[in-house]
């Protein structure tokens, strides 16, 4: 049955960053979707006429987005979220590994695949792009989670052979054989996406990265998600590892790690050849900002990576990120932005949360954006979510003003109503 959704709804179709943020964007008053599709964006009063039969929710004020994409995140670490204390290395192996360690055990890892999902969806994620554990019940756990709730999923074993804890490394050989079953099962099931995982090259031999080079090659359409750059000591100790590597990203190019589909989380730390390689292939910078700042790692420059062409993303990176929240993320997003130099304006970053993460991930013609004939996969925000937020959005002139706050002082609580593929499954 039609549904037609009464409210703002906020088509950011074109690209805020190469023109005025505002004129990238149209607000219609409803949106009608049919078939778990976006049918169409017009006024109330049209669309009810062209339309009697459809249902009819009316939001009021409420402003309606596509669902919120997160480009790089890790559903194993949804237990030690928010550890005290510990840069990258140390808190991967305190916090991060033995917390991994668990998922061997398919109850545990389905549980909190679970959690992990509809924690998501309570915040109006409806994509996530997770990491696994070195565990194959990993995966199949968090797809199946997926599948039950009907949202579109990215996901992957992740991959180690070394400068791992025993019990959490797999070999080479391994890696490749349990990839590649794994995404033969997965890769194109109903909306899951198989993304070849290497965890980051210090946790690789070069034999296992030339191994997932090679099954990413014979797999083109897959996704591949890594680590690049993320904190100064860990560029340093991949030069240890690795001395002839011209770079960190020489590391994954050299073994066919570097492509179109390419997903690297973080990558602050870049040199200008680096940089010039990323945007010359495609790749794409996945930017974890409440995560940078929690584990210490830098300021990823926005406004100079969107002017050189890049293609960027954002994401939670839980546990590493203390938030399940985008709405979080935008807002470290502007933060950062106003530390090196660019306040990017909320139409830019609702556009990098949705469509830009949807790119990322080569997901932008099925999610990401309210184009007619997309997934409707949605979400609806309340304005005035809190007496903080609705007094100062009483004040705004516009739209953007008026949705700011939201951005800034959010939380789930602002989530009025999420639609995974035209259901609506919270809010209600
Ligand atoms: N680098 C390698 N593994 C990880 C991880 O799990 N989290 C973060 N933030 N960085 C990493
Ligand atoms: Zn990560």
Request: charged share 20%; proline share 5%; net charge negative.
């Amino acid at each position: 049955m039609a549904e037609l959704i009464c409210g703002q709804v906020l088509d950011i179709a074109g690209d805020p960053f190469t023109g005025p943020p505002e004129e990238a964007a149209t607000v219609h008053g409803a949106i009608l979707i049919e078939d778990g599709r976006i049918a169409a964006l017009g006024t109330a009063a049209d669309l009810r006429a062209a339309h009697p039969q459809a249902r009819v929710t009316d939001l009021g004020r409420a402003v309606i987005l596509p669902g919120f994409v997160d480009a790089h995140m890790h559903y194993p670490q949804t237990g030690m979220i928010a550890s005290w204390g510990k840069r990258l290395i140390d808190w991967l192996n305190t916090y991060t590994f033995p917390e991994e360690m668990k998922f061997g055990d398919p109850a545990y890892a389905c549980a909190q695949a679970d959690l992990t999902l509809d924690l998501a969806l309570a915040n109006g994620t409806t994509t996530l792009a997770s990491f696994c554990t070195i565990h194959p019940e990993s995966v199949d756990a968090v797809f199946a989670a997926a599948a039950s709730r009907g949202m579109a999923m990215v996901a992957g074993k992740t991959c180690m052979d070394r400068n791992a804890p025993e019990g959490l490394r797999d070999t080479a050989q391994s890696a490749h054989d349990d990839s590649k079953r794994l995404l033969e099962a997965w890769h194109g099931r109903g909306r899951a996406r198989y993304a070849i995982t290497p965890r980051f090259s210090p946790t690789s031999t070069p034999e296992q990265l030339e191994a997932l080079g090679a099954l990413w090659a014979a797999h083109p359409d897959c996704p591949m998600q890594t680590h690049l750059s993320e904190q100064r000591d860990e560029v340093a100790w991949v030069a240890e590892l690795f001395p002839d590597a011209r770079d960190y990203l020489d590391t994954y190019e050299t073994h066919g790690l570097l492509g179109a589909g390419g997903l690297y989380g973080h990558a602050i730390h870049l040199t200008a050849r680096e940089r010039d390689r990323l945007r010359e292939v495609g790749g794409a910078l996945i930017h974890c900002p409440t995560s940078n700042t929690f584990i210490g790692s830098g300021l990823f420059d926005m406004g100079a990576r969107v002017a050189e062409g890049q293609l960027v993303g954002l994401a939670t990176d839980t546990g590493g990120g203390s938030s399940f929240s985008m709405l979080r993320v935008m807002a470290a997003t502007y933060e950062i932005g106003q530390l090196t130099g660019t306040p990017l304006h909320p139409a830019q970053l609702l556009w990098l949360a949705t469509t830009g993460s949807a790119r990322s991930l080569r997901m932008a013609d099925e999610i990401g954006t309210l184009a007619v004939g997309s997934v409707a996969d949605l979400v609806a925000l309340d304005p005035a979510s809190t007496t903080a937020i609705a007094q100062r959005s009483e004040r705004a002139d516009d739209i953007w003003e008026a949705l700011f706050p939201t951005i800034m002082m959010g939380d789930e609580r602002a989530v009025a109503g999420v639609w995974v593929a035209g259901d609506r499954v919270t809010g209600s």
